[in-house]
């Protein structure tokens, strides 16, 4: 079992490089299934759940094989995966319906219950893939669809990111013109369509709510460098807005992060872009309002790291969670740390300027791991944190490394098992 010890570490100062979005490259992956081709991707993070995405291809017939950095992709013949604990492990698995169900006309999928940082349904793919001619039956956790597609209008009631990739692959290989409306902006999406007209596919209005997507025979074989992680360099700005240090995140993409940055500012934090990525300087002193929204609102994923900074703040922050119902779990840690915060529903208070100081804390989902070794910078003394699901080694790549390399003082051991 994965666990970090972390000391106070009050100044953090140097360069670090961004990894490539996990968030980008799983829904890549999964399009890799639309072709027989071969598929060479560059640059892709050492994250455990790049591993099971993998894994998922290859029960789906495909040949993935990583070579360094690279992985490449050859799907000649394709279908529902095998193996159904896969499919649990990760909630992303579900992005691979829509390529097999265009690609063979049918998928057949154990679906991952709910998660915890909230439920989780598959409605809005069920949907849409409804929209565009599907039969899609849901029994004791197995989601069923088939049928020949063609091109439809699709309304998303909520703009879910992965409904919006699930259906713009579908469409890719659908007869006919797909509209997506109120589609998700996020920018991983827009990379997916980048990365899908690289394939040959026809996408008009990729990081748009209004995606237009024009049917072709076949897509073809790409090669192709996902986008930096904007929730890693934001993870990584937030532990540099926690001290009163200097770093260079290289390679961070500015324009991703426009709402994240608009934050730390108004805290206080210097934000400076430049040529190599973004510069940041000073210490987050005021305190922070926050909504989380669709892109290009607060992200949600940063909800949990920008709290551990604002229990080091002067004053009241108040945070609104309304994408995910229960993503308020890291608080109870927190509060093991030290830190005053009231849950009220959606709502959270942090007041802030109370000094944290090491405990023994549990990691319970990916961000919030994030949040609490963040926090562990700021405390006194010794941190212990656990991370019994491997949350962090599936999300962030050597996070515990990076802040290292900027002068933190942490540690990855291994606990003994119990
Ligand atoms: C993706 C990201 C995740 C991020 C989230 C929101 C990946 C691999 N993961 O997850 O890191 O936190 O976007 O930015 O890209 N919903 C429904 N019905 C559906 C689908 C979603 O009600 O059919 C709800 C969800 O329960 C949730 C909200 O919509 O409350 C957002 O979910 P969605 O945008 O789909 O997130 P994911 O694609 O799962």
Same mark, same amino acid.
């Given at each position: 079992m994965p666990q970090y010890q972390i000391a106070y570490s009050p100044r953090l100062s140097g360069e670090v490089a961004v990894s490539t979005a996990k968030n980008a490259v799983l829904p890549i992956l999964a399009a890799?299934? #639309?072709?027989q081709e071969e598929i060479l991707l560059h640059q892709? !993070?050492?994250l455990t759940d790049v591993d099971h995405m993998l894994d998922l291809l290859r029960a789906c017939g495909a040949d993935a094989v990583k070579e360094g950095r690279d992985v490449r992709v050859r799907s000649v013949a394709v279908g529902s995966p095998r193996e159904s604990a896969l499919l649990r492990t990760m909630?992303? @698995? *579900? #992005? *691979?319906l829509g390529p097999l169900l265009a690609r063979t006309g049918e998928c057949v999928l154990s679906m991952p219950g709910g998660c915890a940082i909230g439920q989780r349904p598959i409605d809005l793919h069920v949907k849409g893939l409804q929209k565009l001619g599907a039969k899609v039956e849901q029994e004791g956790g197995v989601v069923r669809a088939a049928g020949a597609l063609r091109g439809a209008n699709v309304y998303l009631d909520f703009p879910s990111v992965g409904a919006t990739e699930n259906l713009i692959m579908a469409a890719t290989l659908t007869r006919g013109v797909t509209r997506i409306e109120n589609a998700a902006k996020e920018p991983e999406i827009a990379d997916l369509c980048h990365f899908l007209t690289a394939m040959g596919a026809r996408i008009a /209005?990729? /990081?748009?709510a209004n995606i237009i997507v024009e049917g072709v025979e076949s897509l073809h074989g790409a090669e192709y460098t996902p986008i930096p992680d904007r929730i890693e360099a934001g993870t990584l700005a937030c532990a540099a807005a926690l001290t009163e240090g200097s770093v260079l995140l290289e390679g961070a993409r500015t324009d991703h992060m426009r709402a994240l940055l608009f934050k730390l500012s108004e805290s206080g934090v210097i934000c400076q872009e430049d040529a190599r990525g973004l510069r940041l300087r000073g210490k987050a002193r005021h305190p922070m309002e926050a909504r989380t929204l @669709? &892109? !290009? /609102? +607060?992200p949600t994923d940063m909800q949990a790291p920008l709290m551990a900074v604002a229990t080091q703040t002067h004053g009241l922050s108040v945070f609104l969670e309304t994408? +995910?119902?229960?993503? &308020?779990?890291h608080v109870v840690e927190l509060k093991r740390l030290g830190a005053q915060i009231r849950v009220e529903g959606q709502l959270a208070l942090i007041q802030g300027g109370h000094g944290l100081s090491g405990a023994h804390v549990t990691a319970t989902d990916l961000r919030a791991a994030a949040a609490l070794m963040l926090a562990g910078l700021a405390a006194q003394g010794q941190t212990l944190l656990s991370d019994p699901a491997g949350h962090l080694m599936r999300g962030y790549e050597g996070l515990e490394e990076k802040l290292s390399a900027l002068g933190a003082d942490v540690k990855k051991t291994e606990a003994p098992p119990a």
């Open positions: 890799a299934l #639309l072709t892709m !993070p050492r909630r992303a @698995s *579900v #992005l *691979v /209005g990729a /990081g748009t @669709s &892109y !290009p /609102g +607060f994408i +995910f119902e229960n993503r &308020y779990m």
